[in-house]
């Protein structure tokens, strides 16, 4: 659950950079971090904090260039720490290299043993570096980074998404499955890719598409060509991209999550009707779907909850007993809107119970008399072993407790989660082109313990040129 960004810019990148990463601030609160490339020479700025608080005029002032990188994180593999910031930049063969990476590795392990046996020491304990000593260590060999990429992939199992800037050019790949998004958009004056198309939007730019799984992307000045590094049967997009992570106004692999939201919003309500006053949402993320679910069901949408918009995201922040507190720091009820009502009350999803649980009470505090839950998602039932710091499944409060037991737990008056069906009609995409793995604890990467999908990758050899004409002309 982190946040990548690419540009080539002819204006320079350090401003459009910032505004991209201040766009996917959401997929990651911890750090932030820029790396350019101006000619041979590398330069960066990276440290803990928001996006706001880590930059300032003069630092994007002096991160002169026309390619460069950015990267929002939220720790899933590698500790909390200041050297595990991306993006990384590296000098090989007397060239500079930055590189920032999106996804989780499932066998990081095993490739880290491999370079440690031949000597190689790592300066951090993210799957990042490791793909970047996996695509050295083939471009020793071979100089090209096609070959190298294509290398690289055949080694990794896991979800990657990555941007990597390189001898006047700007690389992006994105796994053969296509797990974590990535899109491409044109600017003004060049090209960006990004892990949400909000980003795009944030610099006046036009998506142009989604980077193929399997696909590598390079972009210089000028334009943009394709080489099909890998090719499968099928992709196996993150459900929860649309049900929780990516914003609303952004476009997925095709689909418009608000589009995705709403629908399930309208199908909770043909599945599970209540007989209510008002339809509230827990904001940000329940908002699209309360107002499907309003819309369908002629019942007012109502805002009952106001949150502070200046907190962190209690889902992705890394401690219990922070995401309690946060929680009552985070949310304050609208009293005249709740008292004496029977509301139907709409999240995203529930993951431990904690917050739903503390919510429910500070509504029956402010005097709502039937509160109906209504969930954006299936239950989960298992952990994500592919980005996305979810807990353990013995925290997970779906995992091993029905509807009715999760309901008597939160204290709702009644609970509803979307049917699995249904969620796959609302997205749009084939069930098997979706990875389910934490709803259905079937993933699409074989993963030691569980049970997996695995899919055949077929390393292909297939170099598409897209030229200038090909995104209409540009700079
Ligand atoms: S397991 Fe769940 S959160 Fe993880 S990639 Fe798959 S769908 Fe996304």
Redesign the pocket.
């Known amino acids: 659950m982190c946040g990548i960004v690419g540009i080539v810019d002819a204006g320079g990148v350090s401003h459009p950079l910032y505004y991209a990463l201040y766009a996917l601030q959401h997929r990651g609160q911890e750090s932030a971090g820029i790396s350019v490339i101006n000619g041979d020479r590398l330069r960066k700025h990276k440290a803990q904090g928001l996006v706001a608080e880590v930059f300032d005029p003069e630092t994007l002032r002096r991160l002169e260039g026309q390619i460069g990188v950015g990267h929002v994180r939220y720790p899933t593999t590698g500790a909390n720490t200041p050297e595990n910031i991306q993006p990384f930049n590296f000098r090989f063969m007397g060239k500079g290299f930055a590189i920032a990476h999106n996804g989780n590795l499932v066998n990081t392990r095993e490739l880290r043993s491999y370079f440690e046996q031949a000597g190689q020491i790592f300066c951090t304990t993210t799957d990042t570096e490791v793909i970047a000593a996996l695509i050295a260590d083939e471009l020793r060999r071979s100089g090209s980074i096609e070959d190298a990429v294509r290398l690289c992939m055949s080694r990794l199992r896991g ?1 990657y998404s990555v941007v990597l800037a390189y001898d006047g050019a700007l690389y992006a790949f994105r796994d053969p499955l296509g ?1 974590k998004p990535l899109c491409l958009g044109r600017t003004a004056r060049g090209h960006i890719v990004a892990s949400e198309s909000v980003a795009i939007d944030a610099l006046s730019g036009t998506l142009v598409r989604d980077v193929r799984p399997g696909e590598l992307l390079r972009i210089t000045g000028d334009g943009v060509s394709s080489t099909r590094i890998t090719k499968v049967d099928r992709t196996a997009h ?4 649309y049900i929780y992570f990516a914003r609303a106004d952004s476009v997925i692999d095709g689909v418009l999550v608000y589009d995705v939201r709403r629908k399930i919003g309208k199908r909770l309500h043909e599945e599970a009707p209540a007989d209510a006053d008002a339809v509230c949402p827990v904001p940000d993320s329940g908002t699209a779907y309360a107002i499907g679910y309003a819309q369908a069901s002629g019942v007012p949408f109502t805002e009952s909850l106001i949150k502070n918009r200046y907190m962190g995201r209690t889902f992705i922040m890394p401690s219990q007993a922070a995401r309690e507190q946060a929680v009552r720091i985070k949310m304050n009820p609208i009293r005249k809107h709740l008292d004496g009502r029977s509301i139907v009350l709409i999240d995203d999803s529930i993951v431990r119970g904690t917050t739903s649980r503390r919510i429910i009470q500070m509504i029956r505090s402010a005097g709502a008399r039937e509160i109906h839950m209504r969930i954006g998602s299936p239950p989960i039932r298992a952990p ?5 710091d ?1 807990p353990t499944r013995e925290e997970l409060i779906a995992s091993c407790r029905d509807e009715e037991q999760v309901r008597d737990s939160v204290t709702a008056t009644s609970l509803h989660y979307i049917s699995f069906d249904a969620l796959i009609e609302a997205i749009g995409h084939p069930c098997d082109n979706l ?5 259905s604890g079937c ?1 699409p990467v074989a993963i030691d313990g569980e049970h997996a999908r695995a899919r055949e990758v077929e390393f292909l050899d297939e170099t598409l040129q897209l030229g200038l004409d090909s995104f209409g002309g540009t700079a």
Request: hydrophobic share 40%; glycine share 12%; aromatic share 16%.
């Open positions: 979800s797990i993150c459900i929860f991209e994500c072993y592919l980005g996305v979810m990875c389910t793995g934490c709803l993933y």
